[in-house]
């Protein structure tokens, strides 16, 4: 059971398609275990559609359909290759870097994105809690496998936390599992350890 979705405004900027790609693929994350949020996103991309055909229309070249038709018959590109089959399918062709130890039973491996925002996975040993951090931004982590907890309650497999600025209690790892997550963010700068790490992996 899903239990922690993103906010309605994170889900209508996927839906219009200007979240940073690192927090798309985290929010592809949840979306790819959640059915309640898949249902929401269809009615949000429904709207949007709407508004694009209530919008004036534009005067198009006269070779457009010509265009259009010749780009139609040539091959789509074939789609990059699988190299993570262990994650769900948002991240299963995403570039992963090396792991890098960020603290006491606490590794971190940065994920290829463009755009403002960076992301990665988060591997956190039981009883350890991931990096403590400020927010000067969005941020979005979903737990992969086995859970943790913080001030926002219990996050299981699928589960996705969107913290507030409030947020200042350590996320714990709970149970006797390490916890998997990826976790993205626009402007969270880390402290301690992996502040130093995002510090030398430039992101
Ligand atoms: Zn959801």
Same mark, same amino acid.
């Given at each position: 059971?899903?239990?922690?979705? =993103? ?9 219009? +398609? ?25 009615? #949000? ?11 004036? !229309?534009?005067?198009?070249?006269? @070779?457009?359909?010509? /265009?259009?038709? *010749?780009?139609?018959?040539? !091959? ?14 948002? %991240? ?5 870097? /090396? ?5 006491? +039973?606490?590794?971190?491996? =940065? ?11 988060? %591997? ?28 926002? +309650?219990?996050?299981?497999? +699928? @589960? %996705? ?6 947020? @200042?209690?350590? !996320? ?16 969270? /700068? #880390? /402290? ?9 992996? *430039?992101?």
């Amino acid at each position: 059971m899903i239990a922690h979705h =993103p906010s309605e405004a994170t889900l209508a900027a996927y839906a219009a +398609g200007t979240l940073p790609e690192a927090l798309a693929l985290v929010a592809a994350t949840h979306l790819s275990h959640c059915a309640t949020c898949r249902k929401t996103l269809s009615t #949000l991309e429904a709207t949007g559609g709407a508004l694009l055909e209530d919008l004036p !229309p534009v005067p198009l070249s006269i @070779d457009a359909l010509d /265009r259009l038709l *010749g780009r139609m018959d040539q !091959p789509a590109p074939p789609p990059p290759p699988i190299l993570n089959p262990e994650l769900p399918a948002p %991240l299963n062709r995403v570039a992963l870097g /090396r792991w890098w130890p960020v603290g006491p +039973g606490v590794r971190y491996r =940065p994920m290829q994105s463009s755009g403002a925002a960076w992301g990665g996975l988060v %591997l956190a040993q039981p009883g350890r809690s991931l990096p403590r951090h400020g927010h000067a931004g969005r941020e979005l982590t979903c737990v992969l496998s086995c859970a943790f907890a913080d001030q926002d +309650g219990t996050f299981a497999a +699928g @589960d %996705l936390s969107e913290p507030g600025d409030n947020h @200042d209690q350590p !996320p714990a790892v709970i149970g006797v599992q390490p916890c998997l997550c990826v976790i993205a963010s626009e402007g969270m /700068r #880390l /402290r301690g350890l992996l502040g130093f790490a995002q510090r030398i992996i *430039g992101r």
